[in-house]
């Protein structure tokens, strides 16, 4: 599965109001059971986040936050990203604020495919200019625009 695939423009909140950690987590969580229509599933889904966020930040990079988890409530794999100006007191393992976050949950069954989006995540975030440019974009159409370009510059160094 590619990122494009997962993180569609309908997927995508520009302009994050969540000023921490627990609200950005709420707010993505909301928006992702909004766009993928999970009634019902926001609260295993936000004890799956908060679980495994328990055992380490997900501030992972400088500016960027991947929370990310698992659940039997669920079939598939699911995600959303969102996009903060002011940036979220995130508790991140460098102290600095998140800009960027890729939030991330699936089903225990699909634990492997979780593995490789996770992968394909870290591979896209390694590239500044990708976290520079996507902080630009002022729409989820934009932002999309900018994620597909980036992971076919990544699926071409891979072939």
């Given amino acids: 599965m590619l990122l494009q695939e997962l993180f569609t423009a309908s997927c995508i909140k520009v302009d ?3 000023e921490d950690k627990e609200e ?3 707010e993505l969580v ?11 599933k926001r609260d295993p889904i936000l004890q799956a986040i908060r679980e495994r966020e328990g ?7 400088a500016g960027i936050a991947v929370p990310h988890g698992k659940t039997d409530a669920l079939e598939g794999i699911y995600g959303v990203m969102g996009i903060s100006r002011k940036g979220i007191d995130y508790d991140a393992l460098d102290g600095e604020p998140v800009h960027l976050i890729f939030l991330l ?9 979780h593995l490789r989006t996770l992968k ?11 976290y520079t440019r996507v902080l630009e974009a002022d729409t989820a159409e934009k ?16 072939t």
């Fill in 16 to 18: 994050l109001e969540a």
């Fill in 55 to 61: 055992k380490l930040s997900t501030g992972i990079k």
């Fill in 120 to 130: 394909k995540i870290a591979l896209l975030i390694e590239s500044t200019d990708f």
């Fill in 143 to 158: 932002a999309y625009a900018i994620l597909r370009q980036f992971e076919d510059i990544l699926e071409h160094q891979e």
């Fill in 24 to 26: 950005v987590f709420e």
């Fill in 30 to 40: 909301d928006f992702l059971v909004r766009a993928y229509r999970l009634d019902k």
């Fill in 105 to 113: 949950v699936s089903s225990i069954e699909d634990s492997a495919q």
